[in-house]
């Protein structure tokens, strides 16, 4: 009888092990997110979110509890039974040894984590309540354990004072910090903000609003009014030739027949591989809002400003138009009204049209680049089953395309 009692709490231990161990996974990994909004009607996890590192420290201490009264009585019920009832048993010590280890390994530790680890959400509050009582119990114990963790912690961390990108976007997609959408993309913006290059945000050069060195303060005006821009590349010749910029606080106070000449600013002109940080840098140190992208050939594919730049990090904060309209709208089964301003991986994505990459992005900017020129409204494009027609387009770029599948 004596036997099986001794069995029976080595039993008893390896199953508290298994519970303190999968509690431990459960607790650390479960969503906090959610917890924030059912804390709202349980003190107890309210009381988890807030001494979240105090309920840890209980279950290493049940846990390490629990591994050593089961190795007690699991090494008692052997040296009682090789002496008592077994004696040639006597010399097996290691191999009973390595039994219990395995066992404990299986039942106390894999098969419980995995099993909290899966049902975390629905775990974690049943042991927060088990453990609510039992930290006020031994509050002193568990207290004392953090104030030594945390001043071992400082001393041996001093040369590691950072987490590294990896474990910031690791931290903040687990959930364990509870931030607001709008601000997780800020964060996720601001950490992939170094890699990222001009090329990735350049505004096109079909699409900017430029405006002829030889136009009058009235026309300058009239575009800056009309495109809702305050400012505006200046070009000699030809796009290709952008000698500067206007900008509207400039022309307050000039006569309207007056050339714009005289209002041109120096404007930047850097390569569309240069990283967005290098440029942001440029615009705050020569306070400057608007520069000209080259390729690596010299050629100019467009603008970026110093809005587009702070628009990666937040997002747009406000709109640069009065409304947006829709990018895909379906007119009938097989007709639809797209902007030429569409992406092409969306367009493909919607249409499965498999246009492949190339120096355009967009609808327009591949139309152009088929056709060899910019299309006049009502020109037509041919590709694969499916006929484009420009609907809507200016000298300078096509706005919408009718999308046609035959």
């Known amino acids: 009888m004596e036997y099986i009692a001794l069995m029976v709490s080595v039993l008893f231990f390896v199953l508290l092990e298994a519970f303190f161990s999968g509690s431990e996974l459960a607790l650390v990994s479960v969503n906090r997110a959610k917890l924030n909004l059912l804390a709202k009607k349980d003190r107890a996890l309210k009381d988890f979110l807030n001494n979240t590192e105090s309920y840890i420290t209980l279950t290493m201490f049940g846990y390490t509890f629990s591994i050593v009264f089961a190795t007690v009585f699991y090494t008692y019920f052997w040296i009682k039974l090789t002496s008592e009832k077994y004696p040639f048993l006597k010399g097996y010590e290691p191999l009973l040894a390595e039994t219990l280890l395995i066992f404990t390994l299986i039942f106390g530790e894999i098969i419980p984590k995995s099993i909290f680890l899966s049902n975390a959400e629905f775990l974690t509050p049943l042991v927060v309540k088990i453990f609510y009582p039992l930290r006020k119990l031994f509050y002193p114990i568990v207290k004392s354990a953090e104030l030594i963790s945390r001043c071992l912690s400082k001393h041996l961390a001093k040369g590691n004072k950072y987490l590294t990108k990896e ?7 687990s959930g364990k910090v509870y931030i607001s959408k709008t601000k997780a993309l800020i964060i996720a913006n601001i950490l992939s903000f170094r890699e990222r290059t001009i090329s990735e945000i350049v505004k096109p050069l079909y699409e900017v609003v430029t405006i002829d060195e030889n136009a009058t303060v009235y026309e300058a005006g009239k575009k800056i009014k009309e495109s809702g821009y305050s400012r505006l590349p200046v070009y000699a010749g030809t796009l290709q030739n ?8 400039d022309l307050l106070k000039a006569k309207k027949s007056e050339s714009i000449k005289k209002y041109i600013r120096p404007i930047k002109v850097i390569g569309e591989f240069e990283r967005l940080k290098e440029v942001l840098d440029y615009f705050i140190k020569a306070k400057e809002h608007i520069a000209v992208v080259v390729d690596e050939r010299g050629i100019v594919i467009g603008i970026v400003t110093l809005e587009d730049i702070v628009e ?10 009065v409304h947006e309209e829709e990018e895909i709208k379906q007119i009938s089964p097989n007709q639809w009204i797209i902007s030429a301003n569409i992406e092409i991986s969306e367009l493909n994505k919607q249409f499965n049209l498999n246009i492949p990459k190339g120096i355009y992005s967009t609808l327009g900017g591949f139309i152009q680049y088929k056709l060899g020129k910019i299309p006049k409204k009502g020109e037509t494009l041919n590709y694969k089953n499916y006929t484009l027609k420009v609907i809507d387009a200016d000298e300078k770029k096509i706005k919408k395309v009718l999308v046609i599948k035959n």
């Open 242 to 249: 952008i000698v500067g910029y206007v900008q509207a606080y």
């Open 312 to 321: 990666e990090i937040t997002g747009e904060l406000y709109e640069k138009r």
């Open 167 to 173: 474990e910031l976007i690791k931290l903040f997609s």
